[in-house]
């Protein structure tokens, strides 16, 4: 069985080496919202500057990092924002991403005890929204947005019906 672990980013010589060569790549330049090119030192700053509430992590399997996710809190809502996951080019369709947004839905809702957990991805961003959708996020009707040009989706999904998905999951 693959041992997929979620870590905190750090701004050490390995996690700012990946993160600048994954932020780079042309398509995480196309999907994420954040277009700017990334460097060492605009990655340092971005760790040096996060809010607690702010969980930016790595995806390790087997100790080797493959991906990197995120869960934005917002503590008095009690919700919170998945995203800014990529997956390394190379390591994709070994289900690492399903994984590593099931453990962090997980961690929402049992440890952090949250309400609601959100996405916004672009809306022909068919693979992650193909992903969401599988794991039970529903689209929000309605809401939507533009960035650079292109237009947004928003799914979500409640505690309620994560625990009636989930009802055998304890980790
Ligand atoms: C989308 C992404 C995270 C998927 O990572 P992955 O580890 O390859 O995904 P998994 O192997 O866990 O696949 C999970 C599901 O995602 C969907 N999926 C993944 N790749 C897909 C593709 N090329 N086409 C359609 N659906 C796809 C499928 O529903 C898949 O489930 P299935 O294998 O049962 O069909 C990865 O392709 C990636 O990093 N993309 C670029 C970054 C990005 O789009 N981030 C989102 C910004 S909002």
Same mark, same amino acid.
């Given at each position: ?8 980013? @750090? !701004?050490? !010589? *390995? ?10 790549? +042309? ?9 700017? %090119?990334?460097? +060492? ?10 809010? +607690? ?10 100790? *080797? +990092?493959?991906?990197?996710?995120? =869960?934005? %809190? ?20 070994? /289900?690492?991403?399903? $994984?590593? %947004? ?5 961690? /929402?809702?049992?440890? =952090? ?20 959708? #599988?794991? /039970? =996020? $529903?689209?929000?009707? /309605?809401? #939507?947005?533009? %960035?650079?040009?292109?237009? @947004?989706?928003?799914?979500?999904? #409640? ?13």
């Amino acid at each position: 069985m693959v041992d997929l672990r979620l870590r905190m980013m @750090t !701004d050490s !010589d *390995q996690d700012t080496a990946l993160v600048v060569w994954w932020r780079n790549q +042309p398509d995480a330049r196309t999907l994420f919202f954040n277009t700017d %090119v990334v460097t +060492p030192d605009t990655h340092r700053n971005f760790i040096a500057t996060r809010k +607690p509430h702010d969980l930016v992590y790595m995806i390790e399997v087997d100790g *080797q +990092p493959v991906g990197m996710c995120a =869960l934005t %809190v917002d503590v008095k809502a009690r919700e919170a924002e998945f995203g800014r996951i990529y997956i390394d080019p190379e390591q994709r369709g070994r /289900g690492y991403a399903r $994984t590593a %947004v099931q453990r962090t839905l997980w961690y /929402g809702f049992e440890i =952090l005890r949250l309400n609601r957990i959100w996405i916004e991805a672009f809306d022909d961003n068919r693979p992650i929204l193909a992903l969401y959708e #599988s794991l /039970g =996020l $529903t689209l929000i009707e /309605g809401q #939507s947005r533009e %960035v650079n040009g292109r237009r @947004t989706v928003f799914y979500e999904i #409640s505690y309620e019906t994560w625990r009636l998905l989930n009802a055998d999951t304890s980790a």
